[in-house]
């Protein structure tokens, strides 16, 4: 997550008329914060004793007294005595309680940075267990592991159990994003249920119109449910037999690349060259350390204006995304004017801009409409840019694969949304 600074300098000098009493030092913060520090840099030495804290618009939030001479506070972590929370716009203040001065004037210098949330692209892994049902990782650990692979955010979607999302104990100083999720676990296929911390007070069907029932108490719920592997049949219970009506999200990559994937992907393919709107969504399936499934491995690139997991859940339902083989990449931006994956537009014969950074030579990229493969080439260096025009095409969407020597096969790299022309979807 990149985040930009911006400093603001106090510089006061105090006499010791003023000792016993506390004075603030004024500030504003735009909407856009997201994280804040302070640091003393000059101040009277000992036994002469500077307290700090810090105010909002509307309360204290936090108070070090003379123990500390620096602190941060962010959406959600804050040092000892603050409290992590949001940044309400408005009128801030560093308290400066002057508890002992020496004789004569004092300058204190004092610098406020704070941290602006610029809209970006965040890293994520959509589909984990932990200790709550089949996995070994507690929530630290699984936040501590995306933590060290470069994620942002995590859902957390163990089976058929909300405990994992409500009243976890999780480290402060782990900044990973939740997701709340529960993986909708039947015996005829499963489904991740994103944005709810307690999707289901009854999870249980037996019939198809009791699956219809759960899943308009989802919508209307604001859930977004997405069809996991629904092409694995290694165990009984796991190929989805519920149908794709109602569905707008789809697992079409799940933890290694393997068959059932690949026929996910066909079948997203063929829903969305029938005229369906069907967020491609990848999840690692991860159950803790493993040889063979690892956490990120896919990773979701999501599109957010805010570091929240509210914001993650907008991009999401928008279809703002991409997903890679790992969390390193590549980059693809993919816009049509104003719009991008995910959106649709009615401007007849579009231009389509594509970037992508961080390939390989040789890697081979296609461009995929409902009428096939559009496009096809193999980059020859590490960046890679194209304008295509999309004539009376349903949508664009864009893949690079490379290939493996290890199994002799041209694997998915990218696998992106599409961006969508003319109307609006069929049901």
């Known amino acids: 997550?990149?985040?930009?600074?911006?400093?603001?300098?106090?510089?006061?000098?105090?006499?010791?008329?003023?000792?016993g009493t506390i004075i603030t030092?004024?500030?504003?913060?735009?909407?856009?914060?997201?994280?804040?520090?302070?640091?003393?840099?000059q101040g009277p030495k000992a036994p002469y004793?500077?307290?700090?804290?810090?105010?909002?618009?509307?309360?204290?939030?936090?108070?070090?007294?003379?123990?500390?001479?620096?602190?941060?506070?962010?959406?959600?972590?804050?040092?000892?005595?603050?409290?992590?929370?949001?940044?309400?716009?408005?009128?801030?203040?560093?308290?400066?309680?002057?508890?002992?001065?020496?004789?004569?004037?004092?300058?204190?210098r004092i610098i406020v940075t704070w941290y602006e949330f610029i809209p970006q692209r965040l890293r994520g892994d959509l589909h984990t267990h932990t200790v709550h049902s089949d996995g070994v990782w507690t929530i630290d650990q699984l936040f501590e592991e995306a933590a060290s692979i470069g994620l942002d955010f995590v859902a957390t979607t163990d089976h058929?159990?909300?405990?994992?999302?409500?009243?976890?104990?999780?480290?402060?100083?782990?900044?990973?994003?939740?997701?709340?999720?529960?993986?909708?676990?039947?015996?005829?296929?499963?489904?991740?249920?994103?944005?709810?911390?307690?999707?289901?007070?009854?999870w249980r069907v037996n019939d198809a119109q009791e699956?219809?029932?759960?899943?308009?108490?989802?919508?209307?719920?604001?859930?977004?449910?997405?069809?996991?592997?629904?092409?694995?049949?290694?165990?009984?219970?796991?190929?989805?037999?519920?149908?794709?009506?109602?569905?707008?999200?789809?697992?079409?990559?799940?933890?290694?690349?393997?068959?059932a994937n690949q026929?996910?992907?066909?079948?997203?393919?063929?829903?969305?060259?029938?005229g369906a709107q069907v967020v491609a969504l990848g999840g690692s399936d991860t159950h803790g350390p493993s040889d063979i499934v690892h956490l990120g491995e896919p990773t979701n690139w999501v599109w957010t204006d805010s570091p929240t997991t509210a914001g993650l859940l907008q991009g999401i339902s928008q279809g703002h995304l991409y997903i890679t083989r790992d969390a390193g990449g590549p980059e693809l931006s993919m816009q049509s004017g104003p719009f991008q994956?995910?959106?649709?537009?009615?401007t007849p014969n579009p231009d389509i801009a594509i970037e992508l950074d961080g390939i390989e030579i040789g890697d081979r990229i296609r461009l995929i409409s409902d009428q096939g493969a559009e496009y096809e080439a193999s980059a020859k260096t590490e960046n890679w840019?194209?304008?295509?025009?999309?004539?009376?095409?349903?949508?664009?969407?864009?893949?690079?694969?490379?290939?493996?020597?290890?199994?002799?096969?041209?694997?998915?790299?990218?696998?992106?949304?599409?961006?969508?022309?003319?109307?609006?979807?069929?049901?």
Do not use: C
Not at 34 to 40: A, E, G, I, N
Not at 65 to 92: C, D, H, I, M, V
């Open 385 to 427: 840019s194209l304008t295509h025009q999309a004539r009376g095409r349903r949508f664009i969407r864009l893949e690079v694969h490379r290939y493996s020597a290890l199994w002799d096969y041209w694997m998915p790299l990218l696998i992106g949304n599409p961006i969508y022309f003319g109307g609006g979807p069929t049901s």
């Open 341 to 346: 994956m995910g959106d649709r537009t009615t």
């Open 49 to 108: 004793v500077i307290d700090l804290g810090l105010k909002d618009s509307a309360r204290i939030r936090g108070w070090s007294g003379g123990t500390r001479t620096e602190a941060t506070l962010s959406l959600s972590q804050a040092t000892p005595g603050y409290l992590a929370g949001g940044f309400p716009g408005g009128p801030w203040g560093l308290l400066v309680g002057l508890y002992r001065l020496p004789l004569g004037p004092t300058t204190i």
């Open 263 to 274: 026929r996910a992907l066909d079948h997203w393919q063929q829903r969305l060259s029938d």
């Open 211 to 259: 699956m219809g029932q759960r899943l308009a108490e989802l919508k209307q719920n604001g859930a977004i449910v997405s069809v996991n592997h629904p092409f694995d049949e290694f165990q009984p219970g796991l190929t989805w037999n519920w149908g794709d009506r109602g569905l707008g999200f789809m697992e079409v990559w799940n933890g290694p690349w393997r068959p």
């Open 25 to 41: 030092l004024p500030f504003s913060l735009p909407p856009t914060a997201v994280r804040l520090d302070w640091k003393l840099i």
């Open 1 to 19: 997550m990149h985040l930009q600074p911006h400093e603001i300098p106090f510089s006061i000098t105090l006499d010791s008329s003023q000792t």
């Open 160 to 202: 058929n159990t909300a405990s994992q999302n409500l009243g976890v104990s999780r480290d402060p100083a782990t900044s990973i994003i939740q997701i709340p999720g529960m993986e909708w676990t039947t015996y005829h296929g499963h489904a991740s249920i994103l944005g709810l911390e307690d999707p289901l007070a009854d």
